[in-house]
Nanobody, 116 residues
Framework: QVQLVESGGGSVQPGESLTLSCTVS????????MGWYRQVPGKQRELVAL???????NVADSVKGRFTISRSNDEKTVYLQMDDLNFEDTAIYYC??????????WGQGTQVTVSS
């Protein structure tokens, strides 16, 4: 069974930074991708940033230039460096992974709140 453990959420003021991290554990043959989605009440979960096994990254236009996704050397931890946060970034952030090309896993979610 694959597990994702997230950390790093919290409350900040506009313009400040936060770093989220997520570590995958368990049994799998191939870790195809890891990344982050976010969701606010009443809206669909949306992609924030994704890092694939091939080394490609995909970052949402709404956060491009402010958020950076990276991986640990063993590829099992994904980080999301969030800079210049604004009110629209307030959401629950979910870690995502795909293993063995078909199985999708979600973390429990971590709240990020941007308020003055």
């Amino acid at each position: 069974q694959v597990q994702l453990v997230e950390s790093g959420g919290g409350s900040v003021q506009p313009g400040e930074s936060l770093t989220l991290s997520c570590t995958v554990s368990g049994s799998f043959e191939r870790l195809d991708a890891m990344g982050w989605y976010r969701q606010v009440p009443g809206k669909q979960r949306e992609l924030v940033a994704l890092s694939t096994i091939s080394g490609r990254t995909n970052v949402a236009d709404s956060v491009k230039g402010r958020f950076t996704i990276s991986r640990s050397n063993d590829e099992k931890t994904v980080y999301l460096q969030m800079d210049d946060l604004n009110f629209e970034d307030t959401a629950i952030y979910y870690c995502y992974s795909m293993t063995n090309s078909v199985r999708i896993h979600w973390g429990q979610g971590t709240q990020v709140t941007v308020s003055s």
